[in-house]
C-alpha cells in the first residue's frame, strides 16, 4: 500500500527566504507525482506535475525534483513571499493510474 | 484545464439528515473522483464514478452511507446519507485521468451538528 510523507509538517520562515518541502512515497511504482497549494478553507490548485520518466518541472519560482528510485520528490521556492502561505500537498498516482494518494502536507507561513 | 463546480459551497446539517452534493465538469470525462478532508487531515479517496456504471468505493467507505451519481460525462453527485458529526469534512471532487493534471473542485466544507 503506497503511504506518502511530507516533511517539515510546518515552516515558518522570513519573507525573500528560499526553501524546500519534501516528499517521500514508499511505492517507487508510480505513473506521476503532482504538488498542489491548498488556502485555507478552500479547494486544491495544481502547482506542478512530474511524470515518472522525468526529474523536474519548473513553473515561475517553483520547481519540482522528482528521484523515483529513492522515492524522494523535493518542492523549490525561490524568494518565498508573504502569498505563497498554504499548505502544500504532494500526490503520487500509481502504476494502476486509478487514484492520487496524498501526503498530510506542509503548512507554510512566510513572514513579511 | 479542467474547471470545476461543486454546490452547495458550505452547510451546516442535523445530525439523521442526508446531504448531497453536485460537482459539474466543464468537459467531458471519463472518471470523476470524490475525496474527503477531515479536519486538520489531508485528502482520502471515498470512491471514483464512471459514467454508465456503480461507482467503486475505496476501503471504508460504503455505497448506503455515500451514494454516488454519475448520469453523464460531466456531472456528480455524493450523498453523505444519515449524518454524524464525524462526517464533518471537506467534500472535493475531480475529474479526468488520474495520469494526468488533475484540477479539483472548490470543495463542499460540511458541518454536522
Known amino acids: 500500500k503506497q503511504e506518502v510523507t511530507q516533511i517539515p509538517a510546518a515552516l515558518s520562515v522570513p519573507e525573500g527566504e528560499n526553501l524546500v518541502l519534501n516528499c517521500s512515497f514508499t511505492d517507487s511504482a508510480i505513473y506521476n507525482l503532482q504538488w498542489f497549494r491548498q488556502d485555507p478553507g478552500k479547494g486544491l490548485t495544481s502547482l506542478l506535475l512530474?511524470?515518472?520518466?522525468?526529474r523536474e518541472q519548473t513553473s515561475g519560482r517553483l520547481n519540482a525534483s522528482l528521484d523515483k528510485s529513492s522515492g524522494r520528490s523535493t518542492l523549490y521556492i525561490a524568494a518565498s513571499q508573504p502569498g505563497d502561505s498554504a499548505t502544500y500537498l504532494c500526490?503520487?498516482?500509481?502504476?494502476?493510474?486509478?487514484?492520487?494518494?496524498f501526503g498530510a502536507g506542509t503548512i507554510l507561513r512566510v513572514k513579511s | 484545464s479542467a474547471v470545476i463546480s461543486q454546490k452547495p459551497s458550505r452547510d451546516i446539517c442535523q445530525r439523521g439528515t442526508s446531504l448531497t452534493i453536485q460537482c459539474q465538469v466543464d468537459?467531458?470525462?471519463?472518471?470523476m473522483f470524490w475525496y474527503r478532508q477531515q479536519p486538520g487531515q489531508s485528502l482520502t479517496l471515498i470512491a471514483t464514478a464512471n459514467q454508465g456504471s456503480e461507482a467503486t468505493y475505496e476501503s471504508g467507505f460504503v455505497i448506503d452511507k455515500f451514494p454516488i451519481s454519475r448520469p453523464n460525462l460531466t456531472f456528480s453527485t455524493l450523498t453523505v446519507s444519515n449524518m454524524s458529526p464525524e462526517d464533518s469534512s471537506i467534500y472535493l471532487c475531480t475529474g479526468g485521468e488520474p495520469t494526468d493534471t488533475q484540477y479539483f473542485g472548490p470543495g463542499t466544507r460540511l458541518t454536522v451538528l
Open positions: 468537459s467531458q470525462v471519463t472518471m
Open positions: 512530474i511524470q515518472s520518466s522525468q
Open positions: 500526490a503520487v498516482t500509481g502504476r494502476d493510474g486509478n487514484k492520487l494518494v
